[in-house]
Nanobody, 127 residues
Framework: QVQLVESGGGLVQAGGSLRPSCAAS????????MGWFLQTSGKEREFVAA????????DYADSVKGRFTISRDNAKNMVYLQMNSLKPEDTAVYYC????????????????????WGQGTQVTVSS
């Protein structure tokens, strides 16, 4: 069974930091690109960041470049999102996602992630 469990969100003041985590259950986790997406009320999920299966390549939405860093630990089946210099507009529920196929590109993950979603983790940034 494919499961994704996000944690590590919270309430922080503008300028602060958070580091959400995602625990993935797939035995072949290390073969998949992984990404983070956000969703605000009434809107569709938006791409935030992605990392290749080998951690060699990363991709970021323009709005988070230079502030957020995605990383992964294949030995632990974990993906992380280091969020620095947070802004009120970063407030959202954050979800992690698999690429749709093993060894898929970050370009594909950004536009068409696999359709497994966890419960997400709420990030709230106060001004």
């Amino acid at each position: 069974q494919v499961q994704l469990v996000e944690s590590g969100g919270g309430l922080v003041q503008a300028g602060g930091s958070l580091r959400p985590s995602c625990a993935a259950s797939r035995r072949t986790f290390s073969n998949y690109a992984m990404g983070w997406f956000l969703q605000t009320s009434g809107k569709e999920r938006e791409f935030v960041a992605a990392i290749s299966w080998s951690s060699d390549n990363t991709d970021y939405a323009d709005s988070v470049k230079g502030r957020f860093t995605i990383s992964r630990d294949n030995a632990k089946n974990m993906v992380y999102l280091q969020m620095n210099s947070l802004k009120p507009e970063d407030t959202a529920v954050y979800y992690c996602a698999y690429g749709r196929h093993q060894f898929s590109s970050l370009w594909n993950l950004r536009r068409d992630p696999d359709n497994y979603w966890g419960q997400g983790t709420q990030v709230t940034v106060s001004s």
